[in-house]
């Protein structure tokens, strides 16, 4: 997976167009839409299509595009 494509993840499950929000607004504290049952399902997609498996904590951890990114090796 790149970049793009879990920004293409994020962006589908936010249902937010890509020209609307920066990399740098992809972030849970930045955007009302990105709530806690969206951020578990944007989890289960990335656990799908990686086939990872995050636990609790790294699940808390991950609010924003870049800190995702680097919980699974981008």
Do not use: P
Request: no cysteine.
């Amino acid at each position: 997976m790149t970049k793009e494509e879990l920004r293409k993840i994020i962006l589908s499950e936010l249902r937010l167009e890509s020209s609307t929000v920066s990399d740098g607004e992809l972030r849970q504290d930045k955007l009302a839409v990105w709530d806690s049952l969206t951020h578990l399902q944007m989890i289960v997609k990335l656990e799908n299509k990686t086939s990872l498996k995050f636990s609790a904590k790294q699940i808390a951890k991950m609010t924003s595009l870049e800190t995702i990114a680097e919980e699974i090796g981008l």
